[in-house]
């Protein structure tokens, strides 16, 4: 498992620098991962209730549209709808939340003409239905909510990648790379102990000679 690398004091060194570096970044990476863990958690329980109640906002909504239709001859009900009094200018910028970045929507609603200033309603009341009014209403009232939830969505999908590729990073160090470290420095270290004890020896050796000689 260990690294191929000569058994040298330089190497030996220059792979416990590179061990305690690679331990560093394995501590950081899984600050980072824990960190994104948490702020994907809080946005998903804001996602889970913006969009439970923008599926009841809509629910609602679509049975009173229903109740219109019912009520209202087709072709007036195509008529009241069919030039709306607003359109919706939308501006895409950047949030970042631990260096990945979410889209951040900003938007304003800017008047067509088609009907009376800042009236979300595109008819005149002779012809319609308080249904229908009351589902332009709850329409119109939740576009602020759908706008967040898009940027939670995105921000939970965004934020789920990262969490995988820091998870991935992590368990490489800490499984593979920290581990093949330690044990090339054990393996090095093991052959300078073999190759000391030896030159000891071998000196050791020659003085006894030496000795012999005198």
């Not at 994907?40 to 439970?52: G, P, T």
């Not at 951040?104 to 308080?130: C, H, L, M, Q, R």
């Not at 995988?164 to 790379?177: D, F, P, Q, S």
């Amino acid at each position: 498992m260990e690294i191929r690398v000569n058994p040298t004091r330089m190497e030996l060194n220059r792979l416990k620098k590179r061990l305690t570096m690679a331990q560093r970044g394995h501590k950081l990476l899984k600050d980072k991962r824990d960190e994104l863990i948490r702020q994907f958690l809080i946005l998903v329980r804001k996602n889970k209730d913006l969009r439970e109640h923008i599926e009841e906002e809509l629910s609602a909504a679509f049975s009173k549209f229903l109740l219109a239709r019912a009520v209202m001859p087709a072709e007036i009900l195509e008529e009241a709808l069919m030039y709306p009094t607003k359109t919706l200018k939308l501006e895409i910028s950047k949030q970042n939340i631990m260096s990945v970045y979410a889209p951040k929507f900003n938007w304003a609603e800017e008047d067509t003409g088609g009907g009376e200033e800042s009236s979300i309603y595109p008819y005149g009341f002779v012809d319609t239905s308080a249904e229908l009014d009351s589902s332009i209403e709850t329409l119109s009232g939740i576009l602020p909510q759908l706008m967040e939830l898009a940027e939670v969505e995105k921000s939970v999908q965004l934020l789920a990648e990262e969490i995988e590729k820091t998870r991935r990073r992590v368990n490489a160090l800490e499984h593979v790379l920290i581990p093949k470290l330690e044990e090339t420095i054990k393996y090095i270290t093991m052959k300078l102990d073999e190759s000391e004890r030896g030159a000891l020896t071998r000196l050791m050796k020659i003085k006894d000679v030496v000795r012999a000689k005198m």
